[in-house]
């Protein structure tokens, strides 16, 4: 039986939360400091008139999501090859000084560069966590656990609002980088004091071992090489779902500030508003959907119908976002959208955690890696084409795209991995 005072799993999960919240924290930065006139004098971001020239920015978001995804293409292959305690530690290291970099910037390349290490560096995050929830979880618990790691990409999108107008306003456009930057290096230490695998881990009891390892198949240790990896079916399961759903949440995250700011004329300081309750309820989907498809299997459902059901209900919830570029009605606009976000994080929680379903954890960097690079591929082609399209078309074209990307991914998912049965490598 399990001991009550043996959790120590959800500690790592507590520092797995805080990892995404950074990360998170420090892509948004760039997103909320262009609504700035000064900055945007200051790098060449500038229309005549001050507003932000679009297409530019366009040309930089795409600039971060494809070195986003040249980071997948080697981040996971090193966290499945060196571990989690190393190879994240190292990325973090990289993103963060990155991060900070941004305000050494005088112009548009400046500001380029540090979006390419950004995108780098922080590609390791979800690789990483989803190794570290396959190697600290028990099946029945992974997708509450990679909910609950998860959820920090909210909490990263509404302290960025809330903390980057305050140092943008007092100590100049600067210090949000520096200070975001700098974040990183702290959760580093805790990091290296903390981590270990769980049979090594003196803070972790043998019946909390045993329960980790309850539902977990015998499996060896061997690398998997990319070009088996690649040419596997459940890889592109994964894949699929977050190349047709991955630009969409790139869209919120980069777009949304200028959204508010353009539409309904929501100025810096007032821009944590629309955020918090966004982000707020987006923790709640993701918290919940990795929730309920738990709770289903603890029920007795199968891995498979649970997590699928969870997906559908997910991409439904969806649908309705489109009309938020309609309404003249601040607040219908941030409930549409906060409905949307929330449901995609409850959807990507069942996602990644297909990834450890289906293969051992020896390899779930490496799928997770592939499949996320190749969503951010796509990304980086919706955002070199974004800005124009916004620029010329306004942000209903956007919309409508989250609006219809959902059902057809989770077709796919479905097509390319009918049964979520473990994978023979």
């Known amino acids: ?49 001050g507003s932000l020239n679009k297409e530019i920015f366009g040309y930089l ?17 090193v966290l499945d090859r060196f571990g989690s305690k190393k190879g994240f530690g190292f990325a973090i290291v990289l993103w963060s000084v ?27 995050n979800f690789p990483a966590c989803v190794k570290t929830i396959a190697e600290w979880f028990p099946k029945k618990e992974r997708s509450f656990a990679t909910g609950v790691f998860n959820a920090g990409s909210n909490i990263g999108a509404i302290i960025a609002p809330l903390l980057v107008p305050f140092l943008v306003l007092n100590y100049g456009w600067q210090s949000a980088f520096i200070v975001t930057g700098a974040l990183g290096f702290v959760w580093l230490f805790f990091w290296l004091l903390t981590y270990k695998k769980p049979d090594e881990h003196p803070g972790v009891s043998p019946a909390e071992l045993a329960y980790i390892k309850s539902d977990q198949e015998e499996e060896g240790t061997a690398k998997t090489p990319w070009k088996k990896i690649v040419g596997l079916r459940q890889t592109w399961s994964f894949a699929f779902g977050k190349m047709l759903t991955d630009p969409v949440w790139y869209l919120y995250l ?28 987006s923790d709640v989907g993701s918290v919940a959907g990795g929730w309920f498809s738990s709770r289903l299997m603890q029920k007795g459902w199968s891995t498979n119908k649970a997590r699928k059901l969870t997906m559908l209900i997910c991409g439904v919830a ?41 293969f051992s954890k020896s390899a779930v960097a490496s799928v997770v890696g592939f499949g996320s690079m190749m969503g951010a591929l796509v990304g980086m082609l919706v955002a070199a084409t974004t800005g124009f399209v ?8 956007l919309f409508v795209f989250a609006s219809c990307a959902y059902l057809p991914a989770l077709l796919l998912v479905h097509l390319y991995n009918k049964k979520l049965e473990r994978t023979v490598l």
Request: without cysteine; aromatic residues 12%; neutral net charge.
């Open 1 to 49: 039986m399990q001991e009550k005072t043996s959790m120590y799993r959800w500690r790592i999960v507590a520092l797995l939360f805080f990892a995404t919240s950074i990360n998170y924290i420090d892509r948004q930065v760039l997103s909320l400091v262009v609504t700035d006139e000064g900055f945007l004098r200051a790098v060449g971001l500038a229309n005549p008139d």
């Open 61 to 77: 978001d795409a600039a971060f999501k494809g070195a986003y995804a040249l980071g997948f293409m080697v981040m996971g292959t």
């Open 98 to 124: 990155a991060a900070a970099g941004h305000a050494l910037a005088k112009s548009v390349v400046g500001i380029g560069i540090g979006r390419v290490f950004l995108g780098i560096g922080e590609a390791a």
């Open 254 to 281: 980069t777009w949304l500030p200028i959204f508010f700011k353009e539409q309904h004329h929501v100025d810096l300081k007032a821009m944590f508003l629309p955020m918090i309750v966004i982000y707020l309820l």
């Open 318 to 358: 969806v649908t309705p976002i489109f009309f938020a570029s309609m309404t003249s009605n601040l607040n219908i606009a941030i409930a549409l959208i906060a409905l949307a976000t929330a449901a995609h994080q409850g959807w990507s929680a069942n996602l990644f955690t297909t990834v450890s379903d289906s």
């Open 390 to 397: 916004y620029q010329e078309f306004g942000p209903m074209p």
